[in-house]
């Protein structure tokens, strides 16, 4: 079963390391603007975690009942709920929009951005946010073409949106400048439009991959919507928003949780918000292995669910599980001994880097356990229950994390590193919730036909 399983995982971690990659070059070439460049750019994404989150959302409900046709062999089912995410992407395109143009000047506000950049911070936001058309499609599309087993198209197409960014960064943050390669001296052409320069990169990028990723779904062997109605069919919504619905409130409450998390980071001054940044920048490309397992579990728990094949769903989970443990510990351990060197890439704030590299090592000791979480979750994502992360994640979201937060960092002036230890007990949380009820077997609807979990 490993070599199925790396098939489904590898495009989707390669992905991911391409993202991350972007967004380390992102936030370096943002970093060498300055500690209030890096503040701008990173005070308001977390309330951009929320808005694809809640995109992400729906496209999980598409995920289980797609995953499940395929595993069927049923192709014209397949199709005709593929064909229902085409509206799912117009819809969520177009509201959130709405809702993160119309909202852009009040989100520095909310987040307690320093006064001095949330002018340029409110920028950055509106331009970043304009085309959520397209991307609603790439999120959407890229979750319908996992669910039919490929992966490597998303993959390409994140690899497109991520050399476009990054050639497109190069052009627009900088100004017109001599460069040397290998000897040569010559004159690089740029923009020198700083912070709005790489909103600008990223807005476009993410428009090349909407349209990159439509292309390849219309052209889908099985997927494809061509020829099937788009006007609503209830029939297969019902049931797929039924799955999406509390993945949408479990990702909207957990974003909103970190847009409070990050609010109250924030209010700790420009030092810890660049540090926060910048952490959890480098942080995110450690997650990869336990977010490629993730897609792999959701797909074939869903192919093992249509094809009413128990033995199967139990073989593939505990061997998932075993390989993320085994990946997350070399991750982990590399993160905790290499911690000084990532954060000095970003920065060249000494203050920032010694305070990134405390919160960086004190994580990378819960590395392992959270991607237990992270694949439990998909594996109940993929098998259509998702009523379990939903009540999980919020209630350690809220009931650990914000609530130590607030009381650590509001009431008793801690700093930073009380912040991350908050989060680091709401991860351990979330791996001792999913292990028992894992153990429970109740998360396996081929064992307990009517748990609702």
Not at 20 to 31: L, P, R
Not at 97 to 120: C, F, G, K, N, Y
Not at 121 to 131: E, G, M, N, V, W
Request: one cysteine or more; hydrophobic letters at 50%.
């Amino acid at each position: 079963m490993l070599p199925v399983i790396f098939s489904l995982a590898w495009p989707t971690m390669l992905e991911q390391l391409m993202q991350t990659a972007v967004q380390y070059i992102d936030t370096a070439m943002v970093g060498s603007l300055g500690t209030q460049a890096t503040a701008a750019v990173g005070a308001t994404s977390t309330v951009g975690w929320l808005v694809a989150s809640s995109i992400s959302a729906l496209g999980v409900g598409f995920l289980s009942f797609i995953a499940r046709a395929y595993g069927a062999k049923d192709q014209q089912r397949a199709a005709c709920i593929a064909s229902q995410a085409v509206l799912a992407v117009l819809f969520s395109g177009v509201l959130f929009t709405v809702l993160a143009l119309s909202l852009s000047p009040m989100v520095p506000v909310w987040m307690q951005v320093d006064p001095s950049i949330r002018e340029l911070s409110s920028r950055y936001f509106f331009i970043l946010y304009t085309p959520m058309l397209p991307r609603a499609a790439t999120i959407i599309f890229g979750t319908a073409l996992r669910a039919a087993g490929d992966t490597k198209t998303p993959m390409r197409v994140g690899i497109w949106v991520n050399l476009t960014n990054v050639v497109l960064n190069f052009l627009l943050i900088y100004p017109t400048r001599p460069m040397t390669l290998l000897g040569l001296t010559f004159t690089m052409p740029g923009a020198g439009w700083d912070v709005t320069g790489a909103a600008i990169a990223s807005a476009i990028a993410f428009t090349v991959g909407g349209i990159i990723m439509t292309v390849a779904f219309w052209k889908h062997p099985v997927i494809s919507p061509r020829g099937q109605s788009l006007k609503p069919d209830w029939e297969v919504l019902r049931p797929c928003l039924k799955v999406a619905l509390p993945n949408m409130l479990q990702r909207f409450g957990t974003s909103l949780g970190y847009v409070a998390f990050a609010s109250m980071i924030n209010s700790l001054g420009e030092i810890s918000t660049a540090a926060h940044t910048i952490a959890n920048t480098v942080e995110s490309a450690f997650y990869i292995p336990a977010y490629g397992m993730q897609t792999a579990t959701g797909t074939l728990a869903g192919n093992a669910l249509g094809a009413k094949d128990s033995k199967r769903m139990h073989d593939l989970t505990r061997m998932i599980l075993v390989v993320e443990v085994a990946m997350m510990v070399v991750t982990g351990g590399l993160l905790f001994a290499f911690a000084p060197n990532m954060m000095s890439l970003f920065s060249s704030s000494a203050e920032v880097i010694a305070l990134g590299a405390i919160v960086l090592r004190m994580v990378a000791v819960s590395e392992p356990f959270y991607g237990v979480s992270i694949v439990m979750e998909g594996l109940l994502q993929g098998v259509g229950k998702t009523v379990t992360p939903f009540v999980y994640n919020v209630s350690g979201m809220w009931g650990v994390r914000i609530i130590g937060t607030f009381i650590c960092t509001q009431l008793l002036g801690f700093g930073l590193v009380s912040a991350w230890a908050c989060m680091i007990a709401h991860n351990l949380l979330l791996f001792v919730l999913f292990v028992m009820h894992y153990f429970s077997g109740k998360w396996n609807p081929l064992n307990t036909p009517k748990n609702a979990g």
